[in-house]
């Protein structure tokens, strides 16, 4: 619903001038690192690097197809392969929930972040994508699973999220700005809800607990219909917030 991308956002807050040496931590497939390295002046180095492999690959596969110099590597947040002081900019969107202890990862990034540089790390909200959580839990207390079960437990996204990530962040930076990005989602149908619903890890986390994956998301698109007939549109409410950090001198 939002016509501007969340990639396109991000970078757009961010004052890419000059030779800057760019990373981009927890990259995933390489959205950041790749725009960034398409946007950076002549002489930046961009630098991703993703504790997988597969994930690493696909970003030197898609930068060499797209004639871009973007140097990758295979490491954690946890214990990043780089000298003190190197980077200007810090991009580390959407993983810090991900990661083993957080203190430790964002310790790693002032490490490695030059004094004045930058930090900018995309979260989601408290209870991101709520309306997947809540059909899928109404549709497992349908099948009968019990309420006080793992597999009722609260999203992993909430171990870092739009409401405790300052707290966080403060202990090694100064929180400069924090703007929200609304990626609200609307699905034309149940079925490409259904789709999308699949590749969710909550989805997978209840299937390899060992959930049957048809009965559950045959359930689920039950409820989705219901939504559908009650509101007349399906929508899944993506709230988001970008910080960017200083290192202090």
């Not at 797209?66 to 590597?73: C, K, T």
């Not at 999203?155 to 409401?163: A, L, P, V």
């Not at 809800?193 to 559950?216: C, I, P, Q, S, W």
């Amino acid at each position: 619903m939002n016509p501007t991308s969340v990639v396109e956002w991000v970078l757009g807050k961010i004052p890419l001038e000059g030779r800057s040496a760019i990373l981009d931590a927890g990259c995933g497939l390489g959205r950041f690192a790749l725009a960034a390295a398409e946007r950076s002046p002549a002489g930046s180095v961009v630098t991703a690097l993703d504790l997988s492999a597969a994930m690493v690959d696909a970003v030197r596969t898609e930068a060499r197809g797209r004639q871009l110099a973007i140097e990758v590597s295979v490491a954690g947040i946890e214990e990043l392969p780089h000298p003190a002081e190197t980077f200007d900019v810090v991009l580390c969107n959407y993983v810090l929930y991900h990661v083993e202890s957080i203190p430790k990862a964002i310790g790693e990034l002032a490490r490695v972040l030059k004094p004045g540089g930058r930090l900018v790390s995309v979260v989601p909200a408290f209870r991101w994508l709520h309306e997947l959580i809540d059909w899928q839990d109404r549709a497992l207390l349908r099948l009968g699973h019990d309420i006080d079960g793992p597999l009722f437990k609260p999203t992993g996204t909430d171990r870092f999220c739009e409401e405790n990530a300052p707290r966080y962040l403060r202990e090694r930076f100064r929180v400069m700005s924090r703007e929200r990005y609304d990626g609200t989602m609307r699905f034309p149908s149940v079925e490409v809800l259904l789709h999308h619903y699949r590749h969710t890890m909550r989805f997978k986390n209840a299937v390899a607990a060992g959930v049957d994956a048809e009965v559950l998301a045959a359930a689920v698109g039950e409820l989705m219909s219901e939504t559908l007939a009650r509101e007349g549109h399906l929508q899944v409410t993506s709230q988001n917030t970008c910080f960017i950090c200083v290192r202090e001198e």
